[in-house]
């Protein structure tokens, strides 16, 4: 390392302009440098940039960074942290600055094409554009971003701007000089397109040509009756009293002050920025649940006071649980429940029509040309079912029962945790068809529960992460309960395959519209009817394909940009007027 002292190196260009080839370089000369795929480095510093303090604190031994941006999340707010230069120099009067540049051309079908079109599908609802308008965007915020850069640095010795398609390695080699010392610079910059060939670029031009002279159809009116329907769905039940006891500890209260708390009155980290938008300093999913909604609803133009509770399974205002003081957001509740307003969960809910950017992908295969096969995949969540385990002493949710197996249980407790686990829906069903002709399923346990998953009650049953696709790849898909109801639901009914849905009793806001027997195929809690369905399904093609399309239709109908926006703000505005 050079004898110049500096604090970090920043990239501050836009992705897909060499960031991992600049991470490379650097680590092999010994410095730490994190080039980020989480957006989590560009949470802190769009946070930190609100009240002018320093960022990045939380990783005090980092000492280069890229990838500065959060586009994957599109539930969350878009940051571009990049932008930021101004305010990291000011923050970081010693640091380093290179803009990494690239020839446009290229730049653009890399992004277009990057992690299979998700980048350019994000990019598109970001930005309520469609994605032929992306490359004139695209190149009209490069310009504008690569302007403000090089007036703002100047003659700065400290800032490069180097072009990854075109610069000598030794420009950035003579620049870092004083302060690192770099050779043997890796060949390959990192800057290969993301398509598969010369062939698909061209395609992609002569597709976004196309999209381009195509007139914009105008959104067809809602459907008054269905709005209505939905929305005294979501609205439920009102009644007097209620203890917010009952609330999660992840529970919000936008208060009339504009401020956020908890139930117990302590402020939320979220701070509002010139957008209007909450931002918050860090990823975590209640937090993450809490912003997404509260900016949805910024965008209906609610102001406070508002109570949400976005957590799963919300099973208060039912038994001896009581209701909340006060109507409440939620995205699940049990039947009869009261004070619990049905509101889509962001992240999961997020519908779209058919071919717009972020929408489930059209499939393309007919229910009677798909293998006849019987498909789930997922995480094992859930709570033994009462009578399926009359005799268990308690019964929590499955992740309870994956950490203890992690822990390496004796024979008494691995007995318990197996009657526990019988009696969790996805469990009982996995371990019954696993490997069966006919059916393909298998768990895709996250990280947290890996060692979990090493354990022989697990191991057989596993699965790599499967595409989202893999509801498109059978006749059949079975949708089962997981903490509250089963979240690949949804995208199943989007798809040409047929439903087959535990009747969980879990109440979401498009429950009341989905009818057993009419958009799927109903089985009992605990799914042991599974073959004795699908016995019937396979004797009955004509009525699978039936139902298959009367389910997709009406996701459609869900997803209609003017129905979806109408029955959310008759949704709001019954919650207004309880608020009054």
Known sequence: MGA????????????????????????????????DRTGELAANIAWHALDDSRPLDRWPRLQGVSGLQRWNRPHLPRIEAFRQFAFLRAQFPDALFIYNDRDPADWIASRYFHRDGRFA????RARGCELSDLPELWLKDRAAHKLRVLRHFADDPRFLHFDVTQ??????????????????????????????????????????????????????????????RIARHCLGQMAEGGDNAALSNAAAFWR????????????????????????????????????????????????????LDMQDAREMGTG?????????????????????????????????????????????????????????????????????????????MAHHYLRALAAGPDAGARRQIGQALSAVTRYRVVSRLHGQPGFGMGFVLPPKHEEAGKDRMLSKFLSPRM?????????????????????????????????????????????????????????????DDIEERLDWARSNPARCKEIAAASRALVAKFAAPETRRAWMAAVLEGLRARYR
């Open 4 to 35: 110049g002292q500096f604090s970090k190196i920043f990239l501050v260009g836009f992705n897909r302009s060499g960031g991992e080839w600049f991470r490379d370089v650097f680590q092999a000369a010994g410095l730490r440098w994190r080039h």
């Open 121 to 124: 599908a994000c990019e598109a």
């Open 167 to 228: 610069d000598a390695d030794e420009k950035l080699i003579g620049w870092a000089a004083p302060w690192v010392t770099l050779s043997d610079l890796p060949a390959a910059r990192g800057i290969e397109s993301s398509a598969d060939s010369v062939a698909q670029i061209d395609a992609m031009a002569d597709d976004l040509h196309e999209r381009a002279r195509q007139p914009r159809p105008r959104p067809a009116p809602p459907d008054m009756d269905f709005v209505d």
């Open 256 to 307: 009339p002050d504009g401020t956020v708390t908890t139930r117990q009155g302590k402020p939320l980290p979220l701070r509002r920025a010139p957008t209007g938008q909450f931002l918050a300093e860090h990823s975590d999913q209640a937090r993450d649940r809490v912003q997404a909604v509260l900016n949805q609803l910024l965008g209906f133009g609610l102001r406070p006071p508002l109570a």
């Open 320 to 396: 001896d649980r009581p209701a909340p003081e006060q109507s409440t957001l939620v995205y699940n509740r049990r039947p009869g429940a009261a004070n619990l307003v049905l509101w889509p969960l962001p992240g999961y809910h997020d519908l779209l029509p058919e071919g717009a950017p972020g929408a489930f992908p059209a499939d393309e295969v007919p229910f009677e040309d798909k293998p006849d096969l019987c498909l789930w995949y997922g995480n094992l969540t859930g709570k033994p079912l009462p009578h399926l385990a009359p005799g268990l002493p308690q019964r929590r």
């Open 467 to 527: 595409p989202e696709t893999w509801v498109q790849q059978g006749r059949y898909v079975l949708s089962l309960s997981g903490n509250d109801t089963g979240s690949n639901f949804l995208s199943a009914a989007a798809s040409n395959a047929v439903v087959l849905k535990e009747e969980d009793e879990w109440e979401l806001f498009y429950t009341d519209a989905f009818r057993p027997w009419e958009h799927y195929i109903p089985l009992v809690p605990g799914g």
